[in-house]
């Protein structure tokens, strides 16, 4: 058990970084799920893209700073394409989306010339940052962590501008938002382009972090990405936009630092994917578990009555 402890805290500054930029993926997968009802898969496309476009742009000379959000702009021309072809063509939103993941992954390939890159040599927008050779991870914890607070100030703002309440609207009933005046089209392709723009700009980061981008590097990001938002949201809660928007984000620190804790007990790499599915049932089943025992015990009660 100590040894299995100490495992553990060793862990938790590589897996503190990874969670807090692989949180813009799940803020990149919770805001068409759950800000518009948009089911939507182009951000396991769209994460792959962003690494692929800031690695181009990094060995063609172009900074890290302004490779990222070279990064964000090619991911929201994807998520634009999976909102055109959604409203253009009434194709059903989760086949849109894997359409244009699936056309993704020919154009990462394109993009690189090769399935993996390494970026050894180029300079990070770790770098810029560095608190010494030793503290690689805490300069991803501090840098990442002022992204998150940024992200989080901005969009909060947004929520809750005129727009923003629009698009929220978009998403609780299109019908009624149209019929008060409300562009719907406007609102999905502002929502689902800026999604996919967060999980490019994810991919981008990831790539600076390890030194590296693969075409592969989406695979299973949807699933990791769903189960940290279920956690985040079954301990805030979606009752305020304020508590919606934080949940992708506490979310994934808590669901990396599970994995963290599975892998120091000694559970496979290979396992993991058990892991993460139980932890998806988990925190999809305790919501409905939890109203079934209030319902038993209301009865229970009435019967004692």
Known sequence: MEEMFSIFVSMVPVTLAQSLILSFAVLAVMIPFRILAFADLTAEGAYPLGGAACAVAMLAGIPAYLAVLIAFAV????????????????????????????????????????????????????????????????????????????????????????????????????????????NVNRAIYLGVGTASGFAAFCGSLMVQSQSFVDVNMGLGLLINALAALMIGETILGRRSIGRQLAAPFLGSIIYYQLISLCLAAGLAPSDLKIATGAFVLLMLGLPILRKQGRGERLAADKVRE
């Open 75 to 182: 991911g929201t021309l994807a998520g634009l394409a999976t909102a055109f072809i959604h409203l253009k063509f009434r194709i059903h939103t989760l086949l849109a989306g894997i359409l244009v993941t699936t056309m993704l992954y020919s154009i990462n390939l394109r993009l690189l010339g090769r399935p993996n890159v390494p970026l050894f040599r180029e300079t990070k927008l770790f770098d810029y940052v560095s608190f010494g050779p030793q503290t690689a991870n805490l300069s991803r914890i501090v840098l990442v962590g002022v992204l998150v607070v940024l992200v989080l100030i901005a969009l909060s703002y947004w929520f809750r501008t005129e727009r923003g309440i629009a698009m929220r609207a978009v998403g609780d009933n299109p019908d009624m938002a149209e019929a008060q005046g409300n």
